[in-house]
C-alpha cells in the first residue's frame, strides 16, 4: 500500500472528508486519547505560526505524542530542494537527507511553506512540501503551503455545528482589503471545501484579476458537479451577499501582478470597501462570518462584525486542534 | 464567580499567599504530581526569558501537564492591544482574537511583557496583560510585567525557608548600579511583599528620584500597616545595612528619567559604590542576600558575596519551580 | 564518587564505549522506557542544530522525561564564562549562576557551543563546556564544542551495525572542500572514536597544514596503541582509499589559518577534487561511506555516492537517537 499523505483535501473523496470531520467531532466531546501514544510528529515551520503550531502541539500531547517543533534556516539549517544540484550556495543540506532523517525519528512531518511570491509559476508547483512526500516514509502533512486543508477542515467543521448538512447553502468567498498583498492558499482553499461540501458557491472580488488560479477553479467546478453545487465568481458586492448563509473574507494578491505588487498596489487600495460590515451581512439569510485568523480588525472586518454572534471564526480556530487530532490519528492509524 | 487571575499579589490576601507558599513547599518536597494531568499553559514571551520559560515548562511536566512557549512577533504574529483601532500597521492580529483562541487551546495562559521603556505613564498602565485578562476565559498568569509577581513568591519562600516567619525582620531592597536602566519590576515586587510578610523594609536608592512610583509605595505603606511592619526610604547605605537580616539588590532606571535616559547616564554612573559586597554585608545582623538573577557580578554583587553561604539567590531561583507550580495548580483548582 | 559527565570518549574507557554501544542497540530495538520517567534534560544551544535537538528531545520524551530547549543570546541572556571579571559588557549572567541554577530544575545539562573560530588557542581550550561541568551539580552532555562525542557513538554503532567488530578494519577519514572554513570538532572525533575501536585508521588531507590538533593526532595515536589499531596521516587520494572499509567524510579550515581565512581560502578551492565519487569509492574494498551530516551533495559527496547502499549517513543520523538514550540513561544510573 503506497504511503499517504495529507497534502490537499483533493486528495481524499467526500467520504473520506466526512469520517474526518465525524472524528474531529468525537475528540472535541472527548479530547483525551492514546492515538499517538509514544509517537511523535516534526512540525517544520518555514512561516511564523501561532495557532498552527499550538494546536499541533497540543493534539499530539493530548493524544499521548510529543511534537517537535523546528524552523529550517533559523534555529536549524537552510534546506536545498532541487534535485541534482551543486550545494555551493547557502543551503547546508538536502531535502533527500532531512526527510529520510526526520522519517527515522518521528512518525509523522508536518510542514508549513508558504509561497516565495516573486513568480506564481515557481510558487503554484509546491516544490517544498511536495520534495518532503517524495522523500519522506512517514506520512506528511500540509501545515499551509498553497492550499491550507487544516483550515479547510476545521471550517466546515464549524459551519457544520451551525447548518448540519451544507448542501446547498449558499456561500460567499468574498476578498477583502489588506495593506500587504498575501498569499491565495486560504482562499483556494475555501474554494476547495465549499464545493466539496455541496454548496453554492460566489467567489466574490474586485475584478477579474483577483479570480484564483485556474487549477482550484476547476477543482472547484469538479468538486461543485460531483457534490451537487455550483461555483460562480462575481465582482458586485450586493448581489454576492443577498441570500448567503455563509461569509467567509479573505485577502489576497492578483495572481498577474505576482513579483510586481507595487503594480497592484492601486488597485487593492481602491476596493477597501469590500471590508465585511453590519450593511453587507444585513444582505444575507441570517448569515454566519469567519476568516482563518489572523484578521486585522476594521481592515477586513469591522468590529462589529468580529465581535457579532454570527462570528463563528474563534470557532473554525478552535476546530483547528480536533481536526488536526483526526488527521494526525487517521495518518497513523493507515500507516 | 469571576475568573481568578495571578497578575499581581496585591489581588491575594495575605492568607492566600501564606497558602501558596505552603502547597510550594510541598511541591518542594515532593515534585511529581497528577494537579495537571492532560491540561496545558501557554507562556507568551514578548521578552527573553531562561529561568522563568524553564521553570514553568518544567511545573507543568511534574504535574503531567504541558507547556507550549510563544514568542509574538518573533515566531508568532505581531499583536494589536489597542481596541476599536483601524490594524494598517505592523500588527496582523488583534489581541481579542489571541486570548480567545488561546483560552479554546490551554487551560491557563502566562504572559511576559515587559515596558516598552518610552514613557512611563503608558508603562504603568500595564496593558498587554490587562488586555490579556480582559479577553481570555481561563486564568492569566503574570510571568512578570511592571511586577514580577511569581518572583516575589519564589523570593519569599527562600527567606521563609531561613528565617521561618519573616515578621518583624529587617528587609533592605537596595538600588544597585548596572550598565542599562532597567525596569522596576522587581523592585516593586520586592516592596510589596516584603511589606506583605510584616518586615521593617528600607528602600535604599541613590536619590529621590529612584523612589519607585507612587502606586508601589503606597501599597507598600498599606501593607505595612496590614502586617505590622513599616516602610521608609534612605539614601544613606551605611544606615540601610546596619541590622539588616535580608540584603535584595535591583538596579533600575529613574523614573523622571524614563524615555530620556542619557540624561539619568550620570547619576548612575556616579553611585557604582551601591555594589553589594562584604564590607557592606558585615553592618548586616549575619544577614542573607539575595538577587532575582540575572546578575552581573561584580557590578551589582561581589563575587565574594554570591559565592558567599549568605548568598540564597540559587534558592530563590530554585524556588520559582515550586511556586509556579503552586499557583498553576491552585488557579486550575479554582477555574 | 564524584560526578561524571559525557564530555569527550576519552574520558571513557573501551568497555564503557561498548557497554554504551550495546544499550544503544537494545534501545533500537526496543525504544521506549521509563529510564528518564519524571526526568528532564535542559538542551542549551549556542548553534543552531536540527538532528541534536530532535533526537535528544525525542530521545527524553521515549523514555519518560522531557526536554527543555534553550538558545542562550537568542531567546535566554548572554552568559559570562571568564571568572572574576567585570561583568559590564553584553552578558548579563554569569555561568556560575546559570550552571547552577540549572542544576536546581533538571537532571541533565547538554551543551553545544562551538569555537568561535577567531583563535584555535583559545578554542582547544573549550571553555565554555568546561565551566559548565565545572559549576553544575548534574552531569553535563557535550553536544558538539570542539569534539562531537555523540556523533562518535552513533558513527561506531552504524559501523558495527555494518561489520560486527571493528578491529582491523581500513578506515578512512578524508577531509573535503566546502565553501567556508568549518570546525574540526567531527574530524576530531572521527580520529578518537576509529583508532579506540581498534582500526587502521588514514587521516587523508591535501597538505600537512590540515593535519588536526596535537591532542587528538596524540590520543589517537594512544587508542591505536591501546586497542591494536593504527594511526597514519596521508595525503594520496588514491593511496588512502584503496582497499579501504570504511570512508568517513568530513570538511575542516586548516588550523594554521584560524582566524585569516581568507589566506586559507585558495588552497581549500584548489582541493575541490576531494570530493568523495563513485571512482574513489571504486578503490575502495567494497567500503561504505559516512558522514555526520549536514552535507552538501555534489561538493563534499557526490548523489550517486548518496544515494548508492554504501551510504551508511542515514543509519549513523538515525544512531544518533539511541546512543543519546544510552547516554542519558546511563548518566542518570550513576547519578
Redesign the interface.
Known amino acids: 500500500m503506497p504511503l499517504r499523505h495529507f497534502l490537499t483535501t483533493q486528495d481524499y473523496s467526500r467520504a473520506e472528508i466526512d469520517a474526518l470531520l465525524a472524528q474531529a467531532a468525537a475528540f472535541k466531546r472527548s479530547?483525551?486519547g492514546q492515538q499517538l501514544a509514544?509517537k511523535?510528529v516534526?512540525l517544520l515551520?518555514f512561516n511564523?505560526?501561532?495557532?498552527t503550531?499550538?494546536?499541533f502541539?497540543?493534539g499530539a500531547?493530548?493524544l499521548g505524542g510529543?511534537a517537535?517543533v523546528?524552523?529550517?534556516g533559523?534555529?536549524?539549517?537552510p534546506i536545498?530542494f532541487r534535485?541534482?544540484?551543486?550545494?555551493?550556495g547557502e543551503?547546508?543540506?538536502?531535502i533527500?537527507?532531512?526527510a529520510?532523517?526526520?522519517s527515522?525519528?518521528?512518525d509523522l512531518i508536518a510542514v508549513r511553506a508558504f509561497p516565495k511570491f516573486q513568480d506564481w509559476s515557481v510558487d503554484r508547483e509546491d516544490a517544498v512540501i511536495k520534495a518532503f512526500a517524495q522523500h519522506a516514509s512517514v506520512p506528511v502533512i500540509n501545515m499551509e503551503t498553497i492550499t491550507h486543508p487544516c483550515q479547510e477542515l476545521a471550517h466546515a467543521l464549524a459551519l457544520k455545528e451551525r447548518f448540519g448538512d451544507l448542501g446547498g447553502r449558499k456561500y460567499v468567498l468574498t476578498w477583502t482589503y489588506h495593506?500587504k498583498p498575501l498569499n491565495t492558499a486560504v482562499a483556494n482553499s475555501a474554494l476547495l471545501i465549499a464545493t466539496k461540501m455541496g454548496m453554492d458557491v460566489t467567489l466574490l472580488c474586485p475584478t477579474p484579476d483577483y479570480v484564483l488560479d485556474e487549477r482550484y477553479m476547476a477543482f472547484g467546478a469538479q468538486n461543485a458537479r460531483e457534490n451537487g453545487g455550483s461555483l460562480k465568481v462575481s465582482h458586485d458586492i450586493e448581489d454576492a451577499y443577498r441570500g448567503a448563509d455563509v461569509v467567509y473574507a479573505k485577502s489576497w494578491g492578483a495572481l498577474p501582478f505576482f513579483g510586481r505588487w507595487e503594480a497592484e498596489q492601486p488597485i487593492r487600495d481602491a476596493h477597501r470597501h469590500f471590508i465585511v460590515d453590519e450593511a453587507k451581512m444585513a444582505l444575507t439569510n441570517h448569515g454566519v462570518f469567519s476568516h482563518c485568523?489572523?484578521?486585522?480588525?476594521?481592515?477586513k472586518a469591522t468590529?462589529a462584525v468580529?465581535?457579532s454572534p454570527a462570528c463563528i471564526?474563534?470557532d473554525e480556530?478552535?476546530n483547528r486542534?480536533h481536526v488536526q487530532k483526526a488527521v494526525m490519528a487517521s495518518l497513523l492509524a493507515q500507516h
Open positions: 479530547p483525551r509514544g511523535s516534526a515551520f511564523p505560526s501561532m495557532r503550531r499550538t494546536s502541539e497540543l500531547f493530548h510529543h517537535i523546528l524552523s529550517p533559523k534555529d536549524a539549517w536545498e534535485p541534482n544540484v551543486v550545494m555551493d543551503a547546508e543540506e538536502h533527500a537527507e532531512v529520510r532523517v526526520l527515522r525519528y518521528v495593506p485568523l489572523p484578521l486585522r480588525r476594521n481592515i468590529d468580529m465581535d471564526a474563534i480556530a478552535e486542534l
